[in-house]
């Protein structure tokens, strides 16, 4: 089970670049790109609703659930 963070795809839909994503939510770029590249151990509210916000997304829109262990269970049978 993993969350993958779309944020890429969401700033490419808006044609913003994440240093300018930076500068309006108050997030340095170094987070923002851990948080882009998917290494992120977490993420608090407050910068999920400042991006949400900036982005004028939702939640769901940036986080995606995959089912990992359905895909392997799925190749084994």
């Not at 790109?33 to 608090?44: C, E, N, W």
Request: hydrophobic share 40%.
């Amino acid at each position: 089970m993993s969350i993958r963070v779309t944020l890429d795809r969401v700033l490419l839909d808006r044609r913003m670049s994440l240093t300018e994503l930076s500068d309006r939510v108050g997030v340095t770029l170094a987070n923002l790109s851990i948080l882009k590249t998917g290494k992120a151990k977490a993420v608090r509210f407050s910068t999920l609703e400042a991006l949400c916000r900036e982005l004028e997304c939702q939640p769901a829109d940036l986080l995606v659930y995959d089912d990992d262990e359905g895909s392997i269970q799925e190749a084994a049978e």
